[in-house]
């Protein structure tokens, strides 16, 4: 499975990338307007979630040959 969607991930361009960066910012606002409780969660929790969620990508483009 993880195989035929690297095929297909590769056929995107960074303008398709870029666009599934902003929809993913608004469906993200549109979440928060639903559930704004979700704002006072402690900001070091939320730096922990970034730092996890990041380190793969990361590692993937930078690091690894």
């Known amino acids: 499975m993880f195989k035929k969607m690297n095929e ?7 303008m398709d990338i870029g666009l599934i960066k ?3 910012f608004f469906a ?3 979440i928060i307007k639903l559930f704004p409780q979700i704002l ?8 922990i979630l ?3 969620c990041a380190v793969r ?3 993937s483009f930078w690091i690894r040959k």
Do not use: D, E, Q
């Open 28 to 30: 993200t606002i549109i």
């Open 50 to 52: 970034l730092i996890a």
């Open 40 to 47: 006072r969660v402690n900001l070091v929790i939320l730096i």
């Open 22 to 24: 902003g929809a993913v």
């Open 8 to 14: 297909r991930v590769k056929r995107l361009t960074v």
């Open 57 to 59: 990508p990361f590692y």
